[in-house]
């Protein structure tokens, strides 16, 4: 059983409670405290490094978008070579 810092629950290692069952205002009341506990330890990007991965996902991007477009015209290519142009 471990403490649980953001409650003061005692909490049991598959995750629920120790001795008592909460009800449903307790268990609610519990995850919120959980929930901003996990917010407070969210470290916010600083504008270069933003910047830096906001370049990386358009780049990546344009990449699949170029690598998407060329399998799309090799596939036009070989069903036009194989089943030839509608007339």
Do not use: C
Request: cysteine-free; overall charge positive; hydrophobic content about 55%.
């Amino acid at each position: 059983m471990a403490h649980d810092p953001s409650g003061g629950e005692i909490v049991a290692a598959n995750g629920t409670a120790g001795e008592k069952k909460l009800n449903v205002f307790q268990r609610i009341a519990l995850f919120i405290r959980q929930v901003i506990a996990e917010l407070r330890k969210v470290v916010t990007p600083t504008r270069k490094e933003l910047l830096k991965f906001t370049a990386v996902v358009l780049g990546f991007v344009v990449v699949m978008m170029a690598l998407v477009s060329g399998l799309d015209y090799l596939f036009v290519w070989v069903t036009t070579v194989v089943f030839g142009v509608p007339s």
